[in-house]
């Protein structure tokens, strides 16, 4: 599990943490927001390894018994709460959090609740969740993590210290791929600005044996979907549905590129695009499309990335994307 000197970026959102330790005012209840590849998990897991270290600093040592234990997943005060099926439902809560909560701590001052995906909760499970929250144990520390806060209930946002994540500097995230995961120069520059900020997503890109050739596809894709027979465009479902695995980082660098339309289409600002070197082809579609049908396409590719996570027919899913991408 990493310490706080494992994260990249987001030095604030850690020096809020660390003063909280420092000034014993810890919170029962903090909402990490950020996009999946932000590091709210890796901030959250250090931050439960401090308030459990045995030494009482505003770091984990990283030697002391506890700090080994959470290391190893055998911490007794710390619960990474498990979703069997697709939602997280009132059962697991229950069993995981609520019962557990009433019981001390077996050796530390704190025990700490990490719930990950935090918007896959049913209503039933928010609702318990946050009779829990609303009456705390004095030694319990709930790490709520979500990409969209705005699935969970008010009632629960309110009750919550909300710390959201920002992107990281794209020349941050370049430096830690080549100086602490040993990437190449010119693959850490191009994971580093198509990461968007994002070093989780960086780190993939970069390990991925295919992502350049990903990015040709996608620009191939983005750049002659207009032109592209009803034959051409379901064979392209089938190149999606053969790299189903990479779905996820396909869908992004679309989002990206579209992103990049809006963005010249309103700022004709070439110095903040992402495909710099396709300059005349994001020209191009900026003055073609209008700022609602880019919007449409942008909102689609997100609903896609959303229904995909929830065991849709895959295939249906891209299909639509791509008819929505020729049609508007």
């Known amino acids: 599990m990493a310490d706080f000197k494992d994260v990249i970026g987001h030095e604030q959102l850690i020096l809020h943490l660390q003063n909280a330790v420092r000034q ?4 029962h209840a903090y909402l990490f927001c950020g996009e999946e590849g932000s590091g709210k998990r890796l901030i959250a897991e250090a931050f439960a390894k401090t308030l459990l270290c ?3 600093g505003i770091a984990a040592c990283g030697t002391c018994k506890s ?3 959470i290391e190893s997943g055998n911490h007794p ?3 990474a709460v498990v979703r069997e099926k697709a939602s997280l439902g009132v059962k697991e809560i229950r069993e995981q959090v609520t019962s557990d909560a009433q019981i001390k701590p077996y050796s530390s001052d704190y025990k700490v609740y ?3 995906e935090a918007e896959k909760m049913t209503e039933e499970a928010q609702n318990a969740l946050l009779k829990t929250i609303e009456e705390p144990r004095s030694y319990a520390v709930f790490l709520i993590l979500t990409g969209r806060q705005e699935m969970l209930l008010p009632t629960i946002l309110s009750r919550c210290i909300s710390l959201s994540l920002y992107p990281v500097a794209t020349e941050k995230i370049k430096r830690f791929l080549m100086e602490r995961r040993g990437v190449p120069d010119y693959l850490a520059e191009s994971a580093a600005v198509f990461s968007g900020g994002l070093v989780g997503r960086a780190v993939r890109y970069a390990e991925s044996e295919t992502f350049i050739e990903q990015r040709n596809e996608v620009l191939r894709l983005v750049k002659y979907i207009d032109e592209m027979t009803m034959a051409e465009v379901m064979e392209t479902v089938k190149l999606f549905a053969a790299h189903k695995e990479s779905a996820g980082e396909y869908l992004d ?3 990206l590129w579209y992103r990049d339309v809006l963005l010249f289409k309103a700022a004709k600002d070439v110095n903040s695009l992402l495909f710099r070197d396709e300059q005349e082809a994001v020209f191009a579609q ?7 049908n880019l919007q449409r396409i942008v909102d689609a590719i997100e609903q896609v990335k959303q229904r995909l996570k929830s065991n849709v027919n895959f295939e249906n899913a891209v299909e639509l994307l791509l008819l929505c991408m020729k049609e508007v």
């Open 67 to 69: 700090c080994r234990q």
């Open 54 to 56: 045995e030494k009482g």
């Open 77 to 79: 005060d710390f619960k």
């Open 253 to 255: 660098l679309i989002l």
């Open 24 to 27: 014993k005012k810890v919170s």
């Open 286 to 292: 900026a003055q073609k499309r209008s700022f609602e």
């Open 114 to 116: 990490l719930i990950d």
